[in-house]
């Protein structure tokens, strides 16, 4: 079952598509992940990733990214 606390994932350094298969993994147990990635390619990556599963991604500054599950909507029964 997936956490509330996001995790923290440093891939300075990493080629693509190391960061974002780091993501993926981790958000195999978790709700959100931070990720610090300078790959130039990283933020592309990471998007399409996000975008592909759902999830939401947010870009906090030009090596600092922060991933998420969407809410999931609340169901209204009459």
Known sequence: MPTSEAAHIDARG??????????????RSGDAVTIEADDPIAPTELEALARQQG???????????????SPQPMAITA
Do not use: E, N, Q, Y
């Open 55 to 69: 999830w939401t991604f947010t870009a906090k500054g030009p090596h600092l990214f922060t991933i998420g599950r």
């Open 14 to 27: 990493m080629k693509c598509p190391w960061p974002a298969l780091r993501v993926a993994r981790a958000m």
